[in-house]
């Protein structure tokens, strides 16, 4: 089993490094040799796609943040109003739901019974059906209309890394796509987003190539026992995927909030000592939210936290107020999530790992979940 880990000490450990890799077979045979995007698998009649009003989004987990990220993207491109929703909430509430309804299931496994059940509800009243899915032939893609397949590769831990990734990119296909099917974006914008994602794969390896840094902290971490994210726009679902991650196996109370949100209650659980880390947004972005977080990073500080913040090299802003700063290369603010979700990552790895866990085996989880 060692050698199948390739040296690394854990599936989840090697599935963390295999993300450029991951992304890139997610963005290849998608672009013709001139940058051109293209989704053949998305075999859905043209005038229905063109005729979609409303998206919705269902899946579980890390998936589910996965969508949550791609929503920012997709009402960005392509101006049709998406929902996110987890599966099992959505199949149970009698959603509204038709034949210009798309419903896009995320789901790593394709067996996820939850997902499922929301897949075929959604079928039923007439909503076509597309699937991100890592698992070739798997159930939830067969019974979808169409099939986004991410090519990550196998996934063996049970808390999903590379999959997460993938997911993003190819919903990102997904919605570049649909604007450039249904023209909110012009071909051209369409071509510098596609450029800036295949730039993406060297940007993570980047990443990865400063993991030390992140695992020193890890351990230097590993007493904690409550461990809160911050993160708005896309910031948002990173900072959730950080304290899902740092739950799943590493046991430790964790939660992610909307940076926003601070000031109307979580601020009140911040004590000397709490560990922060903040998901701070590209200063290159518009509506100031740049300084809207690094003022949070500043109130949190003040009243003790450790702060452990994530920002772009050439973020000087950030410094003052940040306990520890992890740098990740810019990128446009939209493909951000596809690097400040990494070094989080590496953090739940390493620390859980530092006490001692299982990490690609965490105690009452398993990879797929194959009943309701
Ligand atoms: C399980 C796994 C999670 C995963 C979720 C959705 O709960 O433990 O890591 O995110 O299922 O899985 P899927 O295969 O549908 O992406």
Not at 42 to 59: F, G, T
Not at 182 to 207: M, W
Not at 345 to 369: H, I, M, T, W
Request: proline content about 5%; hydrophobic content about 45%; charged content about 25%.
């Amino acid at each position: 089993a060692a050698a199948e880990k390739d040296g690394y000490s854990s599936f989840m450990l090697k599935e963390i490094n295999e993300q450029p890799s991951a992304v890139e077979q997610t963005l290849m045979g998608r672009l013709d040799q001139h940058g051109n995007l293209m989704l053949d698998e998305l075999r859905i009649d043209e005038s229905i796609l063109r005729a979609v009003d409303k998206i919705v989004v269902v899946a579980c987990g890390t998936a589910a943040y996965a969508g949550q990220v791609a929503k920012y993207a997709i009402e960005h491109w392509c101006r049709i109003p998406t929902e996110v929703e987890l599966a099992h909430e959505f199949r149970y509430r009698d959603p509204i739901v038709n034949e210009k309804t798309l419903v896009v299931a995320f789901s790593q496994s394709g067996e996820t019974m939850d997902t499922l059940m929301a897949v075929r509800h959604a079928r039923e009243q007439g909503a076509k059906v597309v699937s991100i899915c890592n698992t070739n032939g798997s159930t939830i893609p067969r019974e979808s209309d169409a099939v986004i397949y991410t090519h990550a590769g196998p996934e063996i831990a049970v808390a999903s890394t590379k999959a997460f990734l993938s997911q993003i990119a190819a919903a990102y296909l997904l919605g570049l796509y649909l604007a450039q099917l249904r023209g909110t974006k012009f071909a051209d914008e369409v071509r510098d987003v596609l450029r800036e994602l295949q730039e993406v794969p060297a940007k993570i390896q980047s990443v990865l190539d400063a993991a030390d840094e992140v695992k020193d902290l890890a351990r230097r971490m590993s007493t904690a026992e409550s461990v809160l994210f911050l993160g708005r726009h896309v910031g948002y679902p990173v900072a959730l995927e950080g304290a899902l991650k740092l739950k799943e196996i590493a046991y430790i109370h964790a939660e992610g909030f909307a940076a926003g949100e601070l000031k109307h209650g979580p601020i009140a659980l911040v004590e000397e000592g709490q560990p922060v880390f903040v998901i701070v947004p590209s200063p290159r972005g518009r509506d100031s939210l740049h300084a809207k977080v690094v003022s949070n990073i500043q109130e949190v500080r003040a009243r003790g936290a450790i702060t452990i913040v994530i920002a772009e090299e050439g973020d000087d802003a950030v410094v003052p107020y940040a306990n520890e700063v992890i740098r990740v290369p810019q990128t446009p603010v939209l493909l951000a999530p596809l690097l400040t979700t990494v070094p989080l990552q590496l953090f739940a790895c390493e620390l859980a790992d530092s006490k001692g866990y299982d990490v690609d085996q965490p105690r009452n989880l398993a990879k797929s979940v194959t009943v309701e």
